[in-house]
């Protein structure tokens, strides 16, 4: 099993990214995923899941109209589309599997997004 | 401040067994199962319990999980060196419709 996050920057306050995490190991079409932020030195954040064919999502209410989590089973990918970024969507974000319904169990190594001006 | 209270931390000297306690509500662990991670440092979390007290293939057994109510503990028995970490727990809240962790414990071993 291997996620991989990627598209995590530095962006402007207001601004917007991509981020992709790549999975592999394991039938992707079949798991549902999550995303958990995590700022450094802090504890975790949960963020967003969705199910496996994509059509359920569920959402942070601090990230709720600003964020959106996609899944691509075609291409094994998990995307987080964030938009109208705050400084306090600063942190590391993971992407993770979930373990049929009870929770993330693995997860991808991070990637870092700062939100400054 | 988050749904689930966890001391920020704990201690024990090798070969002690140390115990975290998680407590929540009706909404998150008095209904859904809970998870228990390890974050190392500069790591990714790593999952040591899952479904209150099931241990996922290679994590040691002297690690355990239980849940009664609307708390959750994890102990750690036979404490080592390499124990030394953060320890989250986790679980599903109805109320808010989202996934909720701990503050996280962070274990020394002296």
């Known amino acids: 099993v291997q996620l991989v996050e990627s598209g995590g920057g530095s962006v402007q306050p207001g601004g917007s990214l991509r981020l992709s995490c790549a999975a592999s190991g394991f039938t992707f079409s079949s798991y549902w995923m999550h995303w958990v932020r995590q700022v450094p030195g802090k504890g975790l954040v949960w963020v967003s899941r969705?199910?496996?064919?994509?059509?359920?999502?569920r959402y942070a209410d601090s990230v709720k109209g600003r964020f959106t989590i996609s899944k691509d089973n075609a291409k094994n990918t998990l995307y987080l589309q964030m938009n109208s970024l705050r400084v306090e969507d600063t942190a590391v974000y993971y992407c993770a599997r979930d373990l049929y319904g009870v929770g993330p169990d693995f997860w991808g190594q991070g990637t870092l997004v700062t939100v400054s001006s | 401040q988050s749904v689930l209270t966890q001391a920020p931390s704990a201690s024990g000297t090798p070969g002690q067994r140390v115990t975290i306690s998680c407590s929540g509500s009706s909404s998150n662990i008095g209904s859904n199962t809970v998870n228990w991670y390890q974050q190392l440092p500069g790591t990714a979390p790593k999952l040591l319990i899952h479904s209150n007290n099931q241990r996922p293939s290679g994590v040691p057994d002297r690690l355990s999980g239980s849940k009664s109510g609307t708390s959750a503990s994890l102990a750690i028995s036979g404490l080592q060196s390499e124990d030394e970490a953060d320890y989250y727990c986790a679980a599903w809240d109805d109320s808010l419709n989202g996934y909720v962790f701990g503050i996280g414990t962070r274990v020394t071993v002296l």
């Open positions: 969705i199910n496996s064919d994509g059509r359920n999502t």
